[in-house]
């Protein structure tokens, strides 16, 4: 079983299904709609992967993201403000693009120095839209199994 301490870089995309509701993202991103009145979507997939122990994770986004800060603030309910890993959001700036991205591999791109920087054995993709509970840990150890 894979510990806690698991080498593993967290990518989430928080603009990815804006298109299919445009009225809900017209001022925030998909990531930060509220969910159940007291959560955002963003929130189960970053709390599955604090919760099974990775500790660097990238937000990427493109657009309306100033809710999205707002509702993570320091981050401190998934442990993930620390000095040395955490969280990143990596907006379109962060590598001079304008933020119009034409799909995940244009978005990957400009998340390329994050990925870089954290040199990790895996990295989890998800999107916001993951309304689940997942052990990243468990995915992992079969990933490895499987060769």
Known sequence: MVN???NA???IFANTYDNLVPELVAERSMASIPFGGRYRQ??????NMANSGIRDIGIITKYNYQSLINHLGSCQDWDLNRKRGGLMLIPPFASGDSGG???KIEE???ALPFLE???ADYVILSDTDTICSIDFRKVIDAHT???
């Open 117 to 119: 920087q954290k040199n």
């Open 101 to 103: 991205y034409r799909g």
């Open 108 to 110: 990957l791109r400009a």
């Open 145 to 147: 199994e499987s060769g």
């Open 9 to 11: 870089l967290g990518v």
């Open 42 to 47: 963003i929130d189960f997939i970053l709390s």
């Open 4 to 6: 806690s301490n698991v």
